[in-house]
């Protein structure tokens, strides 16, 4: 096993040490939910104090036009481009994953019809589904959800299927599928194929256009560190901008927002796909993240991101505590993150977080925990197992203050 002294050599060596600085984090905190809420970027506050008092303040009303504030959903966009694979005009900055999700979802069925089925993984996150489920009710039930067992998504999709709705990386035990592969699947059986990105982006290589994915959503505040409750992202591909009609059809996906026109005609390009007017304040938290991730290559981001959780997995081995791993134990098959299971799992998280190491808990019995390579260290990992070593030796999580479940677990 792996020893502390061991574990700062790989610190001393890792190219991505340095950039563990440019983040603000509590001294002797070891912060494992990166992929929940990740950490502040130095660069953000300093950015938004200039925002709110410079731009703001003083331009006023003349910031949008002074102040580009008005294309920064698409220039934020490209930016998040780069980091899965997008090539330019693609990606847009907008509303919250579920609002972008009800988006593209809605314009895929309206396409794809007849064709009436939006095909899922079982285990999907809630809001996914609960999206899918609203606009099945919407549409009068002219289209419905179908969820299946993962391994069974290629065989299952057929000549009803209008769109394969799937997380690349799944939120409750990290598991990752394989994107060339089913979109390839997706494409010779006649549907669309939407991948939610949320656990993706900024954590692993995606390469978007390369595997030919026709939309996408994603998360701005989990691996993106854009802030909590940071706007989200979607994804069109070109060929598909022109044909996708835009669900919500607010003034600002207008074609000439500023014509006033009484009726609504689709802006050309991926513009199209914005609703109303966009929160500047968060979206330039957000590029803040963004850019910070852009100076890191992304292969040395998932080189580190494999290697922190493969570390993990082998200390907690080596340290015979009584977990089940819910994590797939080959690298490969995982996102950023390895999860445990345990009847105590949530007592456990509240007894670990006392000692300052924070990951969390997913209900029935999942313990989680995230690593975000630019500002987690081999060490945290190492000290992050001796805490969770100490909590189960000692029963620490076995009181009653650690049973009570707080409102965001
Ligand atoms: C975090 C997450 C979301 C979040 O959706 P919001 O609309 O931002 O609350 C959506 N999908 C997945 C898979 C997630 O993990």
């Keep these: 096993m792996l020893s502390r002294a061991e574990a700062l050599a790989l610190d001393a060596s890792d ?18 939910d990166g992929n929940s809420l990740g950490a502040l970027p130095l660069a953000t506050s300093d ?44 990606v847009l900055v907008a509303d919250s994953t579920s609002i972008n999700l009800l988006k593209l979802l809605a314009g895929a069925v309206e396409l794809q019809a007849p064709r009436s089925v939006i095909l899922s993984q079982d285990g999907n996150f809630p809001t996914d589904l609960y999206i899918a489920q609203g606009l099945a009710a919407l549409s009068g039930h002219r289209c419905r959800l179908r969820t299946v067992n993962p391994s069974e998504i290629c065989a299952a999709i057929d000549a009803e299927t209008a769109v394969v709705l799937l997380t690349e990386v799944d939120y409750r035990n990290g598991a990752r599928l394989d994107m060339a592969a089913i979109t390839a699947c997706a494409h010779e059986r006649g549907a669309l194929i939407l991948w939610d990105l949320a656990h993706s982006a900024g954590a692993l290589p995606v390469a978007l256009d390369a595997c030919a994915v026709d939309l996408a959503v994603g998360c701005g505040y989990k691996y993106l560190n854009g802030g909590p409750g940071a706007p989200a992202f979607l994804y069109v591909a070109h060929a598909l901008q022109p044909r996708l009609r835009p669900f919500l059809t607010g003034w600002l996906g207008h074609a000439e927002p500023f014509a006033f026109e009484a009726d609504y005609r689709p802006a050309a390009g991926i513009e199209r796909f914005l609703c109303g007017t966009p929160s500047i304040l968060s979206l330039v938290a957000l590029e803040c993240g963004v850019d910070l991730l852009l100076e890191a290559p992304m292969d040395a981001i998932r080189h580190k991101s494999l290697a922190l959780g493969d570390l993990f997995i082998d200390l907690v081995e080596g340290a015979r505590l009584d977990f089940a791993l819910a994590s797939p134990r080959e690298g490969e098959g995982r996102g950023s993150q390895v999860c445990l299971r345990h009847p105590q799992g949530y007592a456990i998280i509240q007894a670990l977080i006392r000692r300052g190491v924070i990951g969390d808990f997913r209900s029935p019995d999942v313990l989680r925990f995230g690593f975000a390579p630019l500002y987690n260290r081999y060490t945290d990992i190492w000290d992050a197992v001796a805490a969770l070593t100490a909590v189960m030796d000692a029963a620490e999580w076995d009181r009653p203050e650690f049973m009570r479940r707080q409102s965001v677990t």
Excluded at 56 to 67: D, F, P, Q, R
């Design 15 to 32: 190219p991505l040490a340095p950039f563990s600085k440019h983040f603000l984090l509590p001294q002797g905190i070891v912060y494992l």
């Design 47 to 90: 950015r938004l104090v200039q925002l709110v008092r410079k731009q703001w303040g003083e331009a006023l009303i003349g910031g949008w036009t002074t102040h580009d504030w008005l294309t920064l959903p698409r220039r934020v966009g490209d930016k998040i481009g780069r980091l899965i694979g997008a090539d330019t005009g693609q």
